[in-house]
RNA sequence: GGUCCCAUCGUCUAGCGGCCUAGGACACCGCCCUCUCACGGCGGAGACACGGGUUCGAUUCCCGUUGGGACUACCA
């Protein structure tokens, strides 16, 4: 059987199934992850399937393959298995129905036999009294007999935990530290559901001790739960972790928690919108947890070495998306050409600018041009806009007004340009020294400012006012395109 | 309504009684670099919610007020 020394450090990531993966969620795995990894302690991922009304069925794709991407992964889980499985809560009821039944033989829990329409009224009543809510506990002391006589007439029941009626219950958080709660604020609250699952007050309590697990992290929407948790503990004599809440994300706008109106919530949306998983760990590291140096920039390895849950906090976070943005278009920066041109394949075949799958010479274009527009992009959805003009045969011309130069007008435009064309004609070699020269030289000859000879073959040439440096922009556009393109604008300057 | 949590610049935060004329980062503004846009460099503006205590001394400790948030299901 599975059997460990209590000192080591085991956490356990336990999301349900019932959405794609969170981004919230996604800070408490990668925090957990930290911590086993910082103590050489074990992460184990458990997926939490028991409210089969609310499953999603990719869902535990999705949760997977995020953490994955995150560069999170397990020591103990699906497709890894290991000794205190299975990790599926699903296939684990008859456990659950067991611990549940013993806590009714022992009298800690009891049969309800109570009809969502009777709790419904129940609640409804509560409400307009201005009563606090909870169950009226209306079968908690149902004899024996009539549990027989209820089960007999095949009436559905729930178990539920018979929470003391009085005292106090004390719970301790590692960050807050003691938190004292009235059993009387208590209810008792349901253990197995009527289709034989359990609840999460259950199951996560069975299974942490099951899994033997040292540290529970999870969101501060459950502090309200410790208390019931503690008491089940209590009622199976069994030995307590500790338990860590860290603080929830709030909305940007500081209006509740945050939700899907606000943008993104899943990280395969972040994913998807070209953030960068080195990014975004490093995002979701500091949002809640503080080194205590001025360091900003963590790889998870460098994180895992410093990593302390001394130093997580506690206040509610802003969720706020200015500081990830920043930290994407870093690591974008950082990313060898190759590196980044291979990330962002998937974004230029999803705008139709490379075929699937992209030919080796396409890539290594690719690879060529993405050093004029790395520091351009801080996102890698960006990488379309910014880098068509070179991986399209043809451009739209772009429209006469804005070709032409500040304080001038068509004809001086198109002479200008004309010029150029001439110019780049007789080059041999269209190398960006060449470029730069000859294209100094005609600004002198005419007696211009750079400015206005460089901003209208600027705009011939990519359609754009805002683009790399222009020579090397050149150069890695070559020579016939550049021509064809400036003849095209000429044209519209004369004609259009 | 009830229970609980939280409270330093717009945002994330440092601070764990004197080092604070409150530090850093993002965002913002200005200047520089410059062929545009970025990148980069330099500089600027910007916070201890309020009221009581405790103390020689409070951003830091205690209480209250206010504000924000979570939970209040046979969901997690």
């Not at 209820?150 to 719970?171: D, N, S, T």
């Not at 760990?281 to 963590?298: I, K, Y």
């Not at 001394?310 to 690591?331: A, Q």
Request: overall charge negative.
């Amino acid at each position: 059987m599975f059997c460990l020394s209590k000192k080591v450090v085991r956490v356990r990531f336990a999301p349900s199934p019932t959405g794609y993966q969170h981004i919230g969620g996604a800070r408490t795995a990668l925090y957990d992850w930290l911590l086993a990894k910082k103590t050489g302690g074990t992460f184990i991922l458990r997926i939490e399937d028991t409210d089969r009304n609310r499953l999603v069925p990719d869902a535990v794709e999705d949760i997977k393959n995020s953490l994955k991407w995150m560069g999170l992964d397990w020591d103990e889980g699906p497709d890894v298995g290991g000794e205190a499985g299975p990790y599926f809560q699903s296939e684990r009821l008859d456990l659950y129905q067991n611990y549940a039944e013993d806590l009714v033989k022992k009298g800690k829990a009891y049969y309800c036999f109570c009809t969502p329409e009777r709790l419904e009224e129940m609640r409804g009543k509560q409400e307009l009294n201005n009563q606090p809510s909870g169950y009226d506990r209306h079968c908690r002391d149902l004899t024996w007999d009539q549990v027989e006589e209820y089960k007999a007439q095949g009436r559905k029941y729930v178990i539920r935990f018979k929470v003391p009626l009085q005292g106090k219950i004390e719970v301790k958080d590692e960050l807050r530290g003691e938190m004292v709660f009235d059993h009387e604020t208590l209810d008792d609250f349901v253990l197995l559901k009527s289709d034989g699952y359990p609840t999460y007050h259950l199951a996560s309590v069975v299974d942490d001790h099951l899994m033997e697990i040292s540290h529970v992290i999870r969101g501060e929407e459950w502090i309200v739960s410790t208390p019931r948790h503690f008491l089940l503990y209590q009622a199976f004599g069994w030995e307590l972790p500790a338990f860590i809440h860290l603080p929830i994300f709030l909305s940007p706008d500081g209006k509740g928690k945050l939700s899907k109106r606000h943008g993104a919530t899943s990280v395969r949306e972040f994913r998807e919108k070209g953030y960068l998983p080195e990014a975004l760990v490093n995002f979701l590291l500091l949002l809640g947890w503080h080194p205590s140096t001025d360091q900003e920039l963590f790889t998870l390895e460098e994180a895992a070495k410093v990593f302390s849950i001394e130093r997580i906090s506690t206040s509610p976070v802003s969720f706020s998306l200015d500081k990830l943005d920043w930290y994407n278009g870093l690591y974008i920066r950082k990313l060898s050409p190759e590196d980044l041109a291979k990330r962002c394949v998937p974004f230029l075949q999803k705008d139709g600018l490379l075929p699937d799958p992209c030919p080796r010479e396409q890539l290594t274009y690719l690879t060529k041009i993405i050093p004029l527009v790395q520091e351009r992009i801080k996102l890698l959805s960006e990488i379309s806009k910014a880098v068509s003009y070179f991986l399209k045969e043809e451009i739209s011309p772009p429209a006469k007004e804005v070709l032409i130069i500040k304080k001038g007008t068509a004809e001086e435009t198109a002479a200008i340009l004309k010029k150029i064309v001439e110019t780049f004609s007789k080059l041999e070699d269209f190398s960006e020294e060449t470029i730069e020269k000859s294209l100094r030289d005609v600004t002198e000859a005419l007696g211009e400012k750079p400015g206005r000879v460089f901003m209208p073959v600027r705009i011939s040439v990519t359609g754009e006012t805002a683009t790399p440096g222009l020579f090397e922009l050149l150069a890695a556009l070559g020579k016939p395109r550049v021509i064809h393109r400036l003849q095209q604008a000429i044209a519209v300057l004369e004609y259009a």
